[in-house]
């Protein structure tokens, strides 16, 4: 029988209700002849919770025990998913990552899945069991320890099944009815898409478009899963949703397909350093050893072999920023007159496959800027985004405007 993966987030798992909402879905999608995967988050808020626990009992926890606790609201969740379709006359029964077994290395908090052998499954659907209900986040070890994958790794579970069954599809349920070409809480004419790239959709979601962990939608490109993202709160049809697909798949033909930002940044000027080979590795090793999500960069037109250094990252690591080149100037490594930080800057985007083959997308989003009198402060550029630093208390007038500016109200 075809697979189908079936994904339901904190929200839609949050009380014994909405558990019964979701088993009906499950239900209707059995009925159709399915074997149905159902990869459950932990009840909205619970994550939290245990992550608050291990905090306050030891501040510098040992991460495996983190694991062990933290994983656990997914293993009552999937017991109870469990039970809710057996009252439904469905044969199901839930599996933690363990038992599959999903295997990981040994990255605690921040695994990596490394395998999953689907034969412990097969074996039960080939039984007649019809629904398997796996609990998300989580896995084994090597060492036979149990990991988590991240906050957000749920998503990710889901698509390494639906890669390692070959499913027809996996999807998504969560608060929100799809993937939109920006926040509506921030444009109202922002618009739901129908198809998104996976390049597309790997851009929104490390620039803070928090629908899907960054890690599911390159699990998902790599091994061609089709994606989709849905409401479950919603009645839904077969066409429902956002799906996430291969380029080819995508209609739309237009040069920009979403504008994302990202408020929390901070723009670090080293002002007056030598301009000499190996300046920007003594500068950026420190910086990438501390840690340091460094983003944009701009190196200056030297004067007299002296150059300033300009570097984006979020803004709560700037005083971490700032140790780190503290110690490297101490240390000889670098030298600099002075390090300036401004932290009132945000981040905002236009991405788009289409800008690969259609050109003036800098030139219009630059122009609509300008028009709003908004200052740009930096400026980094990718085959299929261009991003630009700005005060921030600009940011939702230049997500406006750039939303206006593309027309994205509009369907293509
Ligand atoms: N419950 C975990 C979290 O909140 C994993 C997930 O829901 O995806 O991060
Ligand atoms: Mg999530």
């Known amino acids: 029988m075809p697979v189908l993966v079936m994904k339901f987030g904190g929200t839609s798992v949050a009380n014994l209700d909405r558990i019964r909402r979701a088993a009906k879905r499950v239900g209707v999608e059995v009925a159709k002849g399915y074997d149905v995967i159902v990869i459950v988050s932990a009840m909205s808020g619970k994550t939290n919770e245990l992550v608050g626990w291990v905090n306050e009992t030891s501040p510098l926890y040992d991460a495996r025990e983190y694991d062990a606790v933290v994983s656990s609201g997914e293993n009552v969740t999937a017991g109870l998913m469990a039970l809710t379709l057996q009252e439904m006359d469905i044969p199901a029964r839930s599996w933690q990552g363990w038992q599959v077994p999903v295997q990981t290395t040994s990255a605690h908090a921040s695994a990596r899945i490394q395998d999953i052998p689907p034969a412990n499954i097969e074996a039960k659907f080939a039984e007649g069991m019809r629904v398997a209900v796996v609990a998300g986040f989580q896995g084994v070890s090597p060492e036979g320890r149990i990991t988590t994958l991240g906050r957000g790794g749920s998503d990710t579970t889901a698509v390494a099944f639906a890669a390692a069954f070959g499913a027809e599809r996996c999807d998504i349920y969560t608060d929100v009815d799809g993937v939109y070409t920006t926040d509506p809480r921030i444009s109202s004419k922002a618009r739901k898409l129908d198809k998104i790239a996976f390049e597309e959709m790997l851009e929104l979601a490390s620039l803070g478009a928090k629908v899907l962990q960054t890690r599911s939608v390159e699990l998902a490109m790599r091994y061609k899963v089709k994606l989709r993202v849905l409401s479950s709160f919603e009645e839904q049809s077969d066409a429902a949703g956002t799906l996430v697909c291969d380029e080819e798949e995508v209609m739309e033909n237009r040069p920009v397909s979403g504008i994302a930002y990202s408020r929390d940044e901070a723009k670090m000027t080293l002002l007056s350093v030598a301009d000499r080979p190996g300046i920007a590795a003594a500068i950026f090793g420190p910086l990438s050893e501390a840690g340091i999500n460094v983003d944009m960069i701009i190196q200056n037109i030297a004067e007299d072999g002296?150059?300033?250094?300009?570097?984006?990252?979020?803004?709560?690591q700037v005083k971490r920023a700032e140790q780190a080149m503290q110690e490297a100037k101490d240390k000889g490594d670098i030298n600099y007159h002075n390090l300036v930080a401004d932290t009132d800057v945000a981040k905002v985007s236009a991405v788009g496959i289409g800008m690969r083959s259609q050109s003036g997308?800098?030139?219009?989003?630059?122009?609509?800027?300008?028009?709003?009198?908004?200052?740009?402060?930096?400026?980094?550029?990718?085959?299929?985004?261009?991003?630009v630093l700005i005060d921030r208390k600009y940011m939702e007038l230049a997500v406006q405007a750039l939303h206006d500016a593309f027309e994205l109200e509009k369907p293509a």
């Open 306 to 316: 002296r150059t300033d250094m300009t570097f984006s990252c979020p803004v709560e």
């Open 361 to 387: 997308v800098a030139a219009t989003m630059f122009k609509t800027l300008s028009d709003e009198g908004i200052n740009i402060k930096v400026i980094a550029t990718s085959e299929i985004k261009i991003s």
